[in-house]
């Protein structure tokens, strides 16, 4: 079992920058693909970010292309999210998921990610 821990929410201002970091414990997710997913009040959890087991590939929404950057530390067992240039519509509750073992490039499928965090909470004010 491996237990997610999502840290660096925050309000912050339009135009503003946050990093998100999400740390594993309980084992390694070296091998696996990581996600980030958000959910905003009365809507459902949508794909961000995700990045391969080995950091070489990544994909995004469109909706943060440019401004957003998933990365990961295997020596730390984290994953984080860069977030710049941040807009109200950005607020919503941020999500890592864990995913496939050895996916190259990770997957915009929530169903295909286990062990979600608590979430941390990203408010962006205009």
């Given at each position: ?37 958000r ?22 929404v ?6 957003f ?5 295997n020596?730390?067992n984290?994953?984080?999210l860069?977030m710049n ?18 996916s ?14 608590q ?8």
């Open positions: 079992q491996v237990q997610m821990v999502e840290s660096g929410g925050g309000l912050v201002q339009a135009g503003g920058s946050l990093r998100l970091s999400c740390a594993a414990s309980g084992r390694t997710i070296n091998r696996n693909a990581m996600g980030w997913f959910q905003a009040p009365g809507k459902e959890r949508e794909f961000v970010a995700c990045i391969g087991w080995s950091g070489g590939s990544t994909n995004y469109n909706a943060v292309k440019g401004r950057t998933i990365s990961r530390d020596l730390k984290t994953v984080y860069q240039s941040l807009k109200p519509e950005d607020t919503a509750v941020y999500y890592c998921g864990v995913g496939k073992l050895y190259s490039a990770g997957s915009r499928n929530s169903n295909e990610y286990d062990f979600w965090g979430g941390t909470q990203v408010t962006v004010s205009s």
